[in-house]
């Protein structure tokens, strides 16, 4: 059986989902009340990047296989159109977050940021968990990816 990358089971996404999740409750609740506004934006980021994503790997499919790195899978989502705008959206989304919680400067600013940065990858993880099923039910059709 071919060996894949561990960030994209399905096994490691579920566990990914719950720890995000939980991180971004965590530093939501510290830097509450002053976190919504930021929590949401991290979110609407991590909706619009996991739909890139997601998108990313529809056009990858079984190329994905074969990837046994983070860099691997970085360079096979550099090939698509969507992984080429992921990527750079993902760096700039982190960026705007940070920009705002440094504008409002309301509460404390590293838990705005920690709460704003979970809810950005707890979204992103939710929307990317159904290609990461789907590339296990691909492994299991096709054990041997063709390289």
Do not use: C
């Not at 919504?36 to 994905?64: C, D, P, V």
């Not at 838990?111 to 809810?119: D, K, R, T, V």
Request: charged share 15%; net charge positive; no cysteine.
């Amino acid at each position: 059986m071919a060996k894949i990358h561990s960030t994209l089971k399905t096994s490691t996404n579920v566990v990914m989902i719950f720890l995000w999740g939980a991180l971004a409750g965590t530093f939501a609740y510290l830097s509450a009340p002053h976190s919504l506004f930021i929590i949401t934006i991290g979110a609407i980021l991590g909706a619009i990047g996991g739909t890139m994503q997601y998108y990313a790997f529809s056009e990858l499919k079984e190329r994905l296989l074969d990837a046994s790195s983070m860099l691997e899978v970085r360079k096979k989502l550099k090939e698509t159109k969507w992984g080429k705008i992921y990527i750079p959206f993902l760096w700039v989304g982190n960026l705007l977050l940070v920009a705002v919680v440094i504008v409002m400067h309301r509460g404390n600013m590293p838990l705005e940021i920690m709460a704003g940065y979970f809810s950005l990858m707890f979204i992103r993880e939710i929307i990317t968990l159904k290609p990461t099923i789907e590339l296990a039910e691909l492994l299991k059709q096709n054990p041997e990816p063709k390289l």
